[in-house]
């Protein structure tokens, strides 16, 4: 062997040891969950949201669609209804769905869901963009249980009054830095997922007057945000999950990071684990209970997780190409 092919091959050799050591690498000893239950559906779906024996997916150019999941192992569509633009985020409450349904045009729709083989269309606010929703009760004199919605709206944090639900109504509203992408909340504040500016920390407690109190600049793309306990968990696309300390809201602080093996687009958290809808690597769960130091534990492999949802039996993922896909804890 000549001297070039010797520290060609040395070369090789140390470069593979290298890539197999490295963080975006999945170790393959970690467990695989195990798919239960599949439901095709029509579009591309983006977000879903669980209650009951329903699974609700907003379904990008498909609009809303809502799957019976009383039998897991055959989830079924028994509803839908079109939403204009391009369905991004849903949340459910009382049976009334928030749609947030994209660019200008689209913005927030909501939709009675009580009967789901028949969707009655409620009320629009088609004057923003719109790429997810959080929706709170909230107490406001003279008026008892107001329903308001916060809305990640591009390039803006938005508040609608959503009491009436034939007319929501904007309310309150400040600019973000980055792009306001994912959003979760409180009565006090809000926490904004804003691209490629981090975490941005919103004061609601003025529903008409929202401010910037306080912000944490992740290394990635901040893509979505949940909060539990003294936490605020990141999404964070190409960086994987990020943990931030958001007990003093003014001051947030970065306490661990996890990196995974795709593309973070959504957080859920529940218990002491972090479930990662991450892109092309479908599910990656991440031991939280040290948010030191999380790592992955498990793992389920689909064609594009874009959004996960987890309950006491089940983890259920919106995935771009198969749907509705269900796992069992």
């Known amino acids: ?13 140390l470069h593979f040891t290298f890539c197999i050591g490295c963080g975006r690498r999945v170790n393959p000893i970690i467990p ?9 559906t029509p579009g591309y779906a983006k977000d879903i949201f669980v209650i009951g024996n329903y699974a609700y997916i907003a379904d990008g150019q498909a609009g809303l669609q809502v799957i019976d999941i009383s039998n897991p192992t055959t989830p079924t569509i028994v509803g839908w209804h079109d939403t204009e633009i391009y369905a991004y985020g ?4 009382d049976s009334i769905a928030y749609i947030a349904d994209g660019p200008s045009g689209g913005g927030l729709r909501l939709f009675n869901i009580r009967r789901p083989d028949s969707i009655i269309a409620l009320g629009v606010d088609s004057y923003i963009s719109s790429y997810e929703v959080f929706v709170i009760k909230r107490e406001v004199q003279p008026q008892a249980d107001s329903v308001f919605v916060f809305i990640a709206a591009k390039d803006k944090f938005q508040i609608d009054n959503a009491t009436d639900f034939n007319f929501p109504s904007l309310i309150g509203r400040c600019e973000t830095p980055g792009g306001a992408c994912g959003v979760w909340g409180d009565s006090e504040y809000a926490y904004v997922a804003n691209e490629q500016m981090g975490l941005q920390i919103i004061d609601v407690r003025n529903i008409s007057s929202p401010k910037i109190i306080g912000s944490y600049d992740t290394p990635g793309k901040a893509l979505d945000v949940c909060v539990s306990g003294n936490y605020a968990y990141i999404a964070d696309g190409r960086e994987g999950l990020q943990i931030i300390d958001v007990v003093q809201p003014d001051t947030p602080k970065f306490v661990g990071s996890c990196p995974t093996p795709g593309y ?39 064609p594009y997780t874009n959004s996960v ?16 896909v269900i796992i069992e804890k």
């Not at 991450?278 to 599910?283: E, K, Q």
């Not at 949802?309 to 509705?324: F, M, S």
Request: glycine content about 6%.
């Open 90 to 93: 849903v949340v459910v409450m």
């Open 309 to 324: 949802y987890v309950t006491q039996q089940y983890i259920y993922l919106a995935d771009r190409d198969e749907g509705l």
């Open 1 to 13: 062997m000549t001297k070039f092919k010797v520290l060609t091959f040395v070369f090789c050799v």
């Open 264 to 302: 973070a687009n959504k957080v859920f958290v529940f218990g002491n684990y972090a479930y990662i809808a991450d892109g092309v690597a479908g599910l990656q769960v991440i031991d939280v209970s040290n948010p030191l130091t999380p790592s992955i534990i498990s793992e389920c492999s689909t």
């Open 32 to 40: 695989s969950k195990n798919i239960i239950g599949k439901c095709k």
